[in-house]
């Protein structure tokens, strides 16, 4: 088993940053990426950034050029930092663990979510 906490979110104006951290512990033998999705009411979970191991990265079109996926592998750890936050970014923000084989899989393991709120 693996456990993720994440921390990080808030209430934020529009234009500004956030930064989330997710934190890995147990069997992280059974892992090699990490990544990020988000959730609204009403919506399915959406993949928002993943990193492998290695270092390959992955990030959704709304947010590329504004959030930046990283890893600290000594610490197990991933970090979201989210710049030019917009209204249509607030969601529940969950992070997961799982395996790059040549594509990200996830859907195993995931953190409680953290909540963001970008005010307009």
């Known amino acids: 088993q693996v456990q993720l906490v994440e921390s990080g979110g808030g209430l934020v104006q529009a234009g500004g940053s956030l930064r989330l951290s997710c934190a890995a512990s147990g069997t992280i033998g059974s892992i090699n990426a990490m990544g990020w999705y988000r959730q609204t009411p009403g919506k399915r979970r959406e993949f928002v950034a993943a990193?492998?191991?290695?270092?390959?990265?992955s990030l959704v079109g709304p947010v590329q050029g504004r959030f930046t996926i990283s890893r600290d592998n000594n610490k197990n750890a991933v970090y979201l930092q989210m710049s030019s936050l917009k209204p249509e970014d607030t969601a529940v923000y969950y992070c997961a663990a799982g395996r790059y084989d040549g594509s990200f899989n996830f859907g195993t393991y995931w953190g409680q979510g953290t909540q963001v709120t970008v005010s307009s």
């Open positions: 990193i492998a191991n290695a270092g390959r990265t």
